[in-house]
């Protein structure tokens, strides 16, 4: 077939409508070979035949005379000779003679034009080989491309030269040039010869190097090439499987001189240029000794996030979420958020005293939300850096998160108003897998913020580490191919490279709604932070360094050289940008107190009073009615939609939900239901997300019902509950959980009036986002005056499952409380419940029963602020007989239990009782049904703490001073060195006054959190029952 597509290109006259056109058009897909062009003379009507559905005609003729030239007739045969020997048809073409008596011996007579056998195969491997010259250029070009600013590596660390490609003399000398091109051509990898480079060749469709032309010579061709893809743009693009999007980057980098700027706009990028210098020189005058992590090197940075967002503001965005390591980040912060330079300035103020609202955090960690108008695109744009730790990419997955909740909450379906950008340094990008996982969320339904720009700050070296040291992979960017993001690279010394690239990537970006990465190949002019000395492990690097010109400075030569501006007009913009930065200078000595709430990066508007604080230090009931709760109950055990064809064991599950609302109770799977309707209700999104949350780890939840007739016809029971109920949104994810807690900490910190929860798969696998958790649940408020209100759901309980299925560490969550375990609050004091809650750094509670499960969801909501809320969930409880709420405990006036107190026979003689044992969560019926097989109901009193912090001081007083004659013990399945027993301690005993010991029950100390033996497991659980109920336990240790 190629044969016929190559005859018909060679035999079609060339017109002015054969020329290159953008992807958009609509061409055949061969319309256009790789045939050596004819300089056709004759007309397209001399040669009607080639025109209209003639041409598949003479196609088949050329076909068969390829196969056999006998079994054509003889004109066809000496036309087809005549062409293929180069004669333009015209000329080619003879017509037959007429029919007589001699015509046939006259026709055999004829002669052709020229005396040649078709020479078909030689064209073909010509065309096939311009082709794969072509495609080789735009599959490796990237690896020939300057990229090195200075001028020593190359970017993918790799000296060579692709083997297929005839590299310019820019990067080889013409010797070498030469021999490469006699390689490549005679009998060599392309089968050329030397003398075929002035040939002129028709291009291909895949190309876009001819602009206005469909020919050109192949040394044209090269060059074409060369000045495409092996200057100062390396274009990664070809493992994109998507032809449409392939076009579209071969159009915007290979058409000629489509990388114009006006002089207007190369001014602004100077002045751009002259403010990321400037500042940077400004800090290091004044602050010589301080860290600051200046973007020396790669100052082209804030005129690239500029160009970013004025193209994105052109397109229709107005809100930009960005996330970034530390280096640059304050001239991020006062370049392109426009934070007021005084705010930054006086952060180096050692004096500078800080505000009571929290630890704080070092300057270049802080985010910042501001809106103002884009003096490009005369819009209103929204800019939000947000705050993150040194952990570096932790922050990519909370950035997406957030972008995804302002998209959901504006209604932002396709991501055209809500967009992100994150920044990267090059040797995390590569070595952080956090990177990965946020990639995979990329195009998920539930978690795609409709395409990222990535833009790299690639300094060649991480810290002291070599980047040939730190990664396996050519670039640190090769992991966004994995989601077929094209990567542009590009040498941060053009600045107008930069530009470009980052207009494209913008561009893309809005076009496909996909990821985009740009690599910005730079250096880093100082150490690690100011005051590293980089020469101890990188000498030869930094003896280049020292001498290098700085950007500005090339730059600025540059246009004074073509006119654009002049020496004065360049001095005057940097002693203008001075004088703004001296002035702010002064302004930031009248700085005397930090307020960290001036860098917040989510603020919450009408959620608190002006001045930040609560409006209200109550809590209002977290109950509901009867006729709330049966609604609620009737719709999720039953199928709201018709035509849907259920699973039938899921019928009997709902068909015993339906019974239980009868019965007037609840299960746990039925209480989070009403939880989570009822909020809907009031207005709350609410957003569960997770490993199989939809139908739940333990096929307990069942919130997305499945069609078993009808592939991916679902139904959600939630979101039929009121006519104008907030929508209901659960979502299965990744197998990841890092990534996924990050990004619904973000979701989290968009609006107070959601409820987001993240549920583990079993609690322990938690501890793969313990980054997410150390570093931004925990100390978040306290580090960034940030509040969030984000719900953790970690199935936790010693039941024979093993060391990796059985504990969701609450010692590590209590242990990062903030509470004084040495220390009574004071006890009296108006709404103490509610002081605690607003005073420490996240809640801690696990739940013995639905009914308290069904408060504490409620109250995350009704409470007037918001903190993290840590719950360890059950797994046997789920189905337990005795694991029921009655309707009694959930109605309006009813309010969560942060202690469930002992109840029966011992709570009626209290001075009998001999021992009170304290516990919490699936224990408390391991005990109840001991104490019942020994018939010791009045003498052990079981008392549940369901809110571990903040700790019950005032409840657990009270339930102490009514057993005034028991022994105090407290009782866990986990082994003593994990659960609660190191924080339950000493925050009984000082409520006690420490007056009595308190006791343990429970497993020996161990490595493992629980054994992988089921005899093993059950002895030990017996044996701590015996420690529990044995009266004499602790007599030996008084």
């Given at each position: 077939?190629?044969?016929?597509?190559?005859?018909?290109?060679?035999?079609?006259?060339?017109?002015?409508?054969?020329?290159?056109?953008?992807?958009?058009?609509?061409?055949?897909?061969?319309?256009?070979?790789?045939?050596?062009?004819?300089?056709?003379?004759?007309?397209?009507?001399?040669?009607?035949?080639?025109?209209?559905?003639?041409?598949?005609?003479?196609?088949?003729?050329?076909?068969?005379?390829?196969?056999?030239?006998?079994?054509?007739?003889?004109?066809?045969?000496?036309?087809?000779?005549?062409?293929?020997?180069?004669?333009?048809?015209?000329?080619?073409?003879?017509?037959?003679?007429?029919?007589?008596?001699?015509?046939?011996?006259?026709?055999?007579?004829?002669?052709?034009?020229?005396?040649?056998?078709?020479?078909?195969?030689?064209?073909?491997?010509?065309?096939?080989?311009?082709?794969?010259?072509?495609?080789?250029?735009?599959?490796?070009?990237?690896?020939?491309?300057?990229?090195?600013?200075?001028?020593?590596?190359?970017?993918?660390?790799?000296?060579?030269?692709?083997?297929?490609?005839?590299?310019?003399?820019?990067?080889?000398?013409?010797?070498?040039?030469?021999?490469?091109?006699?390689?490549?051509?005679?009998?060599?990898?392309?089968?050329?010869?030397?003398?075929?480079?002035?040939?002129?060749?028709?291009?291909?469709?895949?190309?876009?190097?001819?602009?206005?032309?469909?020919?050109?010579?192949?040394?044209?061709?090269?060059?074409?090439?060369?000045?495409?893809?092996?200057?100062?743009?390396?274009?990664?693009?070809?493992?994109?499987?998507?032809?449409?999007?392939?076009?579209?980057?071969?159009?915007?980098?290979?058409?000629?001189?489509?990388?114009?700027?006006?002089?207007?706009?190369?001014?602004?990028?100077?002045?751009?240029?002259?403010?990321?210098?400037?500042?940077?020189?400004?800090?290091?005058?004044?602050?010589?000794?301080?860290?600051?992590?200046?973007?020396?090197?790669?100052?082209?940075?804030?005129?690239?996030?500029?160009?970013?967002?004025?193209?994105?503001?052109?397109?229709?965005?107005?809100?930009?979420?960005?996330?970034?390591?530390?280096?640059?980040?304050?001239?991020?912060?006062?370049?392109?958020?426009?934070?007021?330079?005084?705010?930054?300035?006086?952060?180096?103020?050692?004096?500078?005293?800080?505000?009571?609202?929290?630890?704080?955090?070092?300057?270049?960690?802080?985010?910042?939300?501001?809106?103002?108008?884009?003096?490009?695109?005369?819009?209103?744009?929204?800019?939000?850096?947000?705050?993150?730790?040194?952990?570096?990419?932790?922050?990519?997955?909370?950035?997406?998160?957030?972008?995804?909740?302002?998209?959901?909450?504006?209604?932002?379906?396709?991501?055209?108003?809500?967009?992100?950008?994150?920044?990267?340094?090059?040797?995390?990008?590569?070595?952080?897998?956090?990177?990965?996982?946020?990639?995979?969320?990329?195009?998920?339904?539930?978690?795609?913020?409709?395409?990222?720009?990535?833009?790299?700050?690639?300094?060649?070296?991480?810290?002291?580490?070599?980047?040939?040291?730190?990664?396996?992979?050519?670039?640190?960017?090769?992991?966004?191919?994995?989601?077929?993001?094209?990567?542009?690279?590009?040498?941060?010394?053009?600045?107008?490279?930069?530009?470009?690239?980052?207009?494209?990537?913008?561009?893309?970006?809005?076009?496909?709604?996909?990821?985009?990465?740009?690599?910005?190949?730079?250096?880093?002019?100082?150490?690690?932070?100011?005051?590293?000395?980089?020469?101890?492990?990188?000498?030869?690097?930094?003896?280049?360094?020292?001498?290098?010109?700085?950007?500005?400075?090339?730059?600025?030569?540059?246009?004074?050289?073509?006119?654009?501006?002049?020496?004065?007009?360049?001095?005057?913009?940097?002693?203008?940008?001075?004088?703004?930065?001296?002035?702010?200078?002064?302004?930031?000595?009248?700085?005397?107190?930090?307020?960290?709430?001036?860098?917040?990066?989510?603020?919450?508007?009408?959620?608190?009073?002006?001045?930040?604080?609560?409006?209200?230090?109550?809590?209002?009931?977290?109950?509901?009615?009867?006729?709330?709760?049966?609604?609620?109950?009737?719709?999720?055990?039953?199928?709201?939609?018709?035509?849907?064809?259920?699973?039938?064991?899921?019928?009997?599950?709902?068909?015993?939900?339906?019974?239980?609302?009868?019965?007037?109770?609840?299960?746990?799977?039925?209480?989070?239901?009403?939880?989570?309707?009822?909020?809907?209700?009031?207005?709350?999104?609410?957003?569960?997300?997770?490993?199989?949350?939809?139908?739940?780890?333990?096929?307990?939840?069942?919130?997305?019902?499945?069609?078993?007739?009808?592939?991916?016809?679902?139904?959600?029971?939630?979101?039929?509950?009121?006519?104008?109920?907030?929508?209901?949104?659960?979502?299965?994810?990744?197998?990841?959980?890092?990534?996924?807690?990050?990004?619904?900490?973000?979701?989290?910190?968009?609006?107070?009036?959601?409820?987001?929860?993240?549920?583990?798969?079993?609690?322990?696998?938690?501890?793969?986002?313990?980054?997410?958790?150390?570093?931004?649940?925990?100390?978040?408020?306290?580090?960034?005056?940030?509040?969030?209100?984000?719900?953790?759901?970690?199935?936790?309980?010693?039941?024979?499952?093993?060391?990796?299925?059985?504990?969701?560490?609450?010692?590590?969550?209590?242990?990062?409380?903030?509470?004084?375990?040495?220390?009574?609050?004071?006890?009296?004091?108006?709404?103490?419940?509610?002081?605690?809650?607003?005073?420490?750094?996240?809640?801690?509670?696990?739940?013995?029963?639905?009914?308290?499960?069904?408060?504490?969801?409620?109250?995350?909501?009704?409470?007037?602020?918001?903190?993290?809320?840590?719950?360890?969930?059950?797994?046997?409880?789920?189905?337990?007989?005795?694991?029921?709420?009655?309707?009694?405990?959930?109605?309006?006036?009813?309010?969560?239990?942060?202690?469930?107190?002992?109840?029966?026979?011992?709570?009626?003689?209290?001075?009998?009782?001999?021992?009170?044992?304290?516990?919490?969560?699936?224990?408390?019926?391991?005990?109840?049904?001991?104490?019942?097989?020994?018939?010791?109901?009045?003498?052990?009193?079981?008392?549940?703490?369901?809110?571990?912090?903040?700790?019950?001081?005032?409840?657990?007083?009270?339930?102490?001073?009514?057993?005034?004659?028991?022994?105090?013990?407290?009782?866990?399945?986990?082994?003593?060195?994990?659960?609660?027993?190191?924080?339950?301690?000493?925050?009984?005993?000082?409520?006690?006054?420490?007056?009595?010991?308190?006791?343990?029950?429970?497993?020996?100390?161990?490595?493992?959190?629980?054994?992988?033996?089921?005899?093993?497991?059950?002895?030990?659980?017996?044996?701590?029952l015996d420690t529990a109920f044995d009266l004499d336990a602790f007599k030996n240790f008084s």
């Amino acid at each position: 077939m190629f044969h016929l597509r190559t005859c018909a290109a060679k035999l079609r006259p060339l017109t002015a409508s054969q020329t290159v056109k953008t992807f958009s058009q609509n061409r055949p897909a061969a319309a256009r070979t790789l045939g050596q062009i004819r300089c056709f003379t004759s007309p397209v009507a001399a040669e009607p035949f080639l025109s209209g559905t003639s041409s598949n005609y003479v196609e088949e003729m050329y076909y068969a005379w390829l196969e056999n030239p006998k079994s054509v007739h003889k004109s066809w045969d000496i036309f087809f000779r005549n062409t293929n020997a180069g004669a333009p048809p015209g000329t080619a073409y003879q017509s037959p003679l007429p029919l007589s008596p001699g015509s046939l011996s006259a026709m055999a007579r004829a002669q052709p034009l020229v005396e040649a056998q078709p020479n078909v195969d030689k064209l073909v491997e010509d065309h096939l080989a311009v082709q794969s010259l072509i495609r080789a250029y735009q599959i490796r070009g990237h690896h020939v491309a300057q990229l090195d600013p200075l001028g020593i590596l190359d970017a993918d660390l790799d000296s060579s030269v692709p083997a297929d490609i005839i590299s310019s003399t820019d990067k080889l000398d013409l010797a070498v040039f030469k021999e490469r091109l006699r390689m490549l051509t005679v009998g060599g990898f392309y089968g050329l010869d030397e003398s075929d480079l002035d040939k002129v060749f028709h291009l291909p469709t895949t190309t876009f190097i001819g602009g206005q032309e469909s020919a050109l010579p192949l040394r044209e061709i090269i060059r074409r090439l060369e000045m495409a893809y092996c200057q100062h743009i390396g274009v990664e693009f070809m493992f994109i499987n998507d032809l449409e999007q392939c076009q579209w980057i071969r159009q915007k980098f290979e058409t000629p001189g489509i990388m114009q700027f006006t002089n207007e706009e190369k001014r602004t990028l100077l002045a751009r240029l002259v403010r990321s210098t400037r500042f940077e020189d400004f800090l290091q005058r004044k602050w010589s000794s301080e860290k600051r992590f200046g973007l020396e090197g790669c100052e082209v940075l804030i005129p690239a996030l500029k160009t970013i967002i004025d193209k994105s503001s052109e397109n229709g965005v107005d809100y930009v979420i960005m996330g970034m390591p530390h280096r640059g980040r304050l001239n991020v912060l006062a370049n392109v958020i426009r934070k007021e330079l005084e705010q930054i300035f006086c952060q180096f103020d050692s004096k500078l005293e800080a505000a009571d609202e929290g630890s704080g955090d070092v300057k270049y960690h802080l985010g910042m939300y501001h809106r103002r108008i884009n003096r490009v695109t005369d819009r209103n744009i929204t800019l939000s850096l947000v705050a993150n730790p040194s952990h570096l990419e932790a922050a990519d997955p909370v950035v997406m998160g957030k972008t995804k909740a302002e998209q959901f909450y504006c209604g932002d379906t396709e991501g055209k108003k809500v967009m992100s950008i994150l920044l990267h340094g090059d040797a995390a990008f590569a070595g952080q897998g956090i990177v990965y996982e946020t990639f995979h969320l990329s195009d998920l339904p539930s978690y795609t913020t409709h395409g990222t720009v990535h833009v790299v700050v690639n300094n060649q070296i991480g810290f002291t580490t070599d980047p040939r040291m730190a990664r396996s992979s050519p670039y640190p960017t090769d992991v966004a191919r994995v989601v077929n993001a094209p990567i542009f690279h590009v040498n941060s010394d053009d600045p107008e490279a930069v530009m470009y690239v980052c207009k494209v990537a913008a561009e893309w970006r809005s076009t496909f709604h996909k990821d985009v990465v740009v690599d910005l190949v730079c250096y880093r002019r100082n150490g690690h932070n100011e005051m590293d000395e980089p020469m101890f492990t990188q000498p030869l690097m930094y003896k280049q360094i020292r001498k290098q010109k700085p950007v500005l400075q090339k730059y600025a030569e540059l246009l004074v050289s073509q006119g654009v501006v002049n020496q004065p007009e360049y001095e005057e913009e940097i002693s203008k940008y001075d004088k703004i930065c001296e002035e702010a200078f002064t302004r930031s000595k009248d700085e005397k107190i930090l307020h960290i709430k001036h860098w917040l990066d989510s603020p919450w508007p009408g959620f608190f009073t002006l001045d930040g604080q609560p409006r209200s230090m109550t809590c209002p009931s977290t109950g509901l009615t009867e006729d709330i709760l049966t609604h609620i109950g009737n719709v999720a055990s039953s199928v709201p939609v018709e035509n849907f064809t259920i699973h039938g064991g899921l019928s009997r599950i709902l068909k015993t939900r339906g019974e239980m609302v009868k019965n007037r109770t609840v299960d746990w799977a039925l209480a989070e239901y009403m939880a989570f309707g009822s909020l809907l209700k009031e207005g709350i999104h609410i957003r569960l997300s997770g490993q199989d949350v939809e139908r739940g780890t333990f096929s307990h939840r069942h919130h997305v019902l499945h069609d078993q007739n009808v592939d991916k016809k679902t139904c959600i029971p939630m979101n039929h509950l009121w006519p104008n109920q907030a929508p209901y949104t659960v979502c299965n994810s990744s197998l990841s959980e890092y990534g996924v807690l990050g990004f619904e900490l973000g979701f989290a910190m968009a609006s107070p009036n959601a409820l987001v929860l993240w549920e583990a798969q079993f609690g322990d696998f938690h501890n793969t986002a313990q980054c997410i958790i150390d570093q931004f649940i925990c100390p978040g408020q306290a580090k960034w005056v940030r509040q969030n209100g984000i719900v953790l759901l970690l199935p936790h309980g010693m039941e024979g499952m093993g060391p990796e299925h059985s504990s969701a560490r609450p010692e590590r969550f209590l242990q990062m409380c903030n509470d004084d375990p040495d220390v009574l609050p004071n006890l009296e004091e108006a709404n103490f419940d509610i002081n605690q809650l607003y005073d420490c750094n996240w809640v801690v509670v696990n739940c013995s029963t639905p009914g308290n499960f069904f408060h504490v969801l409620r109250r995350q909501i009704l409470l007037p602020f918001r903190k993290p809320l840590i719950i360890f969930t059950p797994k046997s409880l789920l189905r337990h007989p005795e694991a029921r709420t009655s309707f009694d405990e959930m109605l309006s006036g009813t309010h969560f239990q942060r202690v469930i107190p002992e109840d029966g026979l011992a709570a009626q003689n209290p001075e009998n009782v001999k021992r009170l044992l304290f516990c919490t969560g699936k224990v408390y019926y391991d005990l109840t049904r001991e104490r019942k097989a020994r018939d010791m109901a009045e003498q052990v009193a079981i008392t549940r703490i369901e809110q571990l912090s903040p700790f019950p001081f005032d409840l657990l007083l009270r339930e102490v001073q009514k057993y005034p004659n028991a022994e105090l013990a407290w009782c866990q399945e986990e082994h003593k060195n994990q659960g609660y027993y190191d924080y339950v301690k000493p925050r009984l005993r000082t409520t006690i006054s420490r007056a009595k010991p308190v006791w343990y029950a429970g497993r020996d100390p161990a490595a493992a959190p629980a054994t992988g033996n089921k005899k093993t497991h059950l002895t030990e659980l017996q044996r701590l029952l015996d420690t529990a109920f044995d009266l004499d336990a602790f007599k030996n240790f008084s």
